[in-house]
């Protein structure tokens, strides 16, 4: 996979969206309530961009017990698991119980 991925924040209603950095004019996205989305992680232009994974996650109330279960696998306050390299995402998502993409 050429490029890399951009993970922007939506400061109003909190929604999250991952973009591939070839497809958009990076700086210029909108949230789906119209809000300026923020680019949360730097582009990074060798290796892999850390994603945080809503996908993986969980709700807001189970981080301690993910914490818990999983120390090895790094999660957000908010309950989304972060994911730094491919090889760490084959990892988590083994982990998980979920196919790796
Ligand atoms: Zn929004």
Redesign the pocket.
Known sequence: MRGGIYTYH??????CDQRFMWDVDADKQT?????P?RRSVPPSKQGFTPILCEALGVHPSQVAEHRRVHPDIPMTDDGRVVIRSYRENVRICKKLGFDPK
């Open positions: 939506c400061p109003k209603c909190g929604a949230c789906e309530c119209g809000a989305l």
